[in-house]
């Protein structure tokens, strides 16, 4: 079979623990029809693994997928932005010109950014895969004034690509909505909601009991969209309901930083289990826990989150506690009955969703409707099919 060819553009690396489950996990399923060529902005510390990039490298020559990893640059952070989207015009240019790539596929702004641009001149349709609410990502983060230079420039910008692009990908139908109603002429048939999916085969659903869960959370909690004291007045509040009750926090963030906030709420350290977790060891490694703490800001920014994690945590059978506001989570909850939405961080209403918790937590057919909705919702393989099928449209 004579596959067809495309540039995947990504800014996330491929080396990245992302990269691996956002970006390999659906263009090797999809390799089978497609040739793809990625061009990935690494981290510096991730290319000096020289074994990792190799290994890398042959894993992607098995699918047929041609990997060219750059160097990303992080500072100063406009003049290396600019930096890098100079080397992606270029590449995209030898790598999509005179029929080198039938469409590019673009994640997140920057590179789609620099196909738009070379797209003028070669013509080479773009899907814009949006990730998130880039711009205002950046505006909570601190990292740009609203109505500022360079905020309108990026909202200019992102108005061309959602104008211009063949096809637009979001995590959300949340952000959907908000992309319609700021723009109101953009065709709904442009828009696909392709949530951040889960390889489920690498999370099963533990049918081992195991007595004693514990509450707890994965993933980057050191943040300005993580809610920490929500987090730490929720296990303190379950102390206070069970004095034996003990937790774990999944991380690569600082343990020190979080021992010492813990020891401000009262939580000992023999309490509190702060640890990390290779990829293919998270299902493992979370198997313990009574349900994930998902506690994010709030916001216009947030109404393209899809966290990951939420789709580990239900291949597992774990259920969530979330709050609204973050892209579909809350809906998504609500939907599947896969756990608690909690209204805000008063003590109140945590102490009411824990009690809330234990209720649903005697439900028999808990896990498996976690596992059913994480089948339905986050599968990769479901996730490559609706890639596929905008493929197909576009070529």
């Known amino acids: 079979m004579n596959r067809k060819k495309v540039l995947y553009l990504s800014y996330t690396g491929l080396l990245e623990p992302l990269g691996r489950s956002q970006i390999l996990a659906y263009l090797s399923r999809l390799s089978d029809e497609y040739q793809f060529t990625i061009v990935s902005f690494e981290k510096v510390v991730d290319l000096s693994k020289t074994d990792d990039v190799k290994a890398l490298k042959e894993e992607c020559e098995r699918y047929g997928i041609d990997w060219h990893p750059k160097s990303y640059h992080h500072k100063p952070r406009l003049i290396a932005t600019l930096w890098d989207l100079s080397s992606l015009l270029y590449h995209t240019w030898v790598l999509s010109h005179s029929g080198r790539a039938q469409h590019v596929h ?12 070379v797209g003028k001149q070669t013509k080479v349709p773009f899907i814009f895969d949006m990730r998130a609410l880039w711009p205002e990502e950046m505006i909570d983060a601190g990292r740009l004034v609203r109505h500022g230079v360079v905020h309108r420039v990026l909202a200019w910008l992102e108005a061309r690509l959602l104008k211009d692009a063949a096809h637009i990908v979001s995590l959300t139908e949340a952000a959907v909505e908000y992309l319609q109603a700021q723009q109101p002429q953009l065709n709904s048939q442009k828009f696909s909601v392709i949530t951040t999916c889960v390889d489920l085969e690498n999370f099963n659903l533990n049918s081992t009991e195991i007595e004693d869960k514990k509450l707890g959370t994965m993933g980057t909690v050191i943040s300005g969209w993580y809610h920490l004291d929500w987090l730490f007045l929720s296990l303190k509040s ?56 998902l506690y994010f800001t709030a916001g216009i920014s947030k109404l393209g989150s899809a966290p990951t994690r939420m789709g580990e945590f239900l291949a597992c059978g774990i259920p969530v506690i979330g709050n609204r ?20 961080g008063s003590q109140e209403s945590i102490n009411e969703t824990l009690e809330k918790l234990d209720t649903l937590y005697q439900d028999k057919d808990l896990s498996r409707r976690c596992r059913d909705a994480a089948e339905e919702y986050f599968s990769a393989d479901k996730g490559a099919e609706k890639y596929r099928k905008i493929y197909r449209e576009l070529i």
Not at 106 to 117: E, G, M
Not at 250 to 272: F, N
Not at 325 to 344: F, H, N, P, R, T
């Open 106 to 117: 673009c994640r997140s702004y920057i590179p789609a950014i620099a196909a738009w641009l």
């Open 238 to 293: 379950q102390l206070q309901k069970n004095k034996n009750a003990t937790f774990k926090i999944v991380t690569r963030d600082s343990e020190q930083s979080l021992r010492e906030m813990a020891k401000k709420y009262g939580i000992e350290h023999s309490k509190l289990e702060i640890m990390n977790s290779s990829p293919s060891d998270i299902a493992k490694t979370i198997a313990d826990m009574k349900a994930g703490l």
């Open 325 to 344: 506001g973050v892209g579909d989570m809350a809906s998504l909850i609500e939907k599947y009955q896969v756990g608690i939405v909690i209204e805000d």
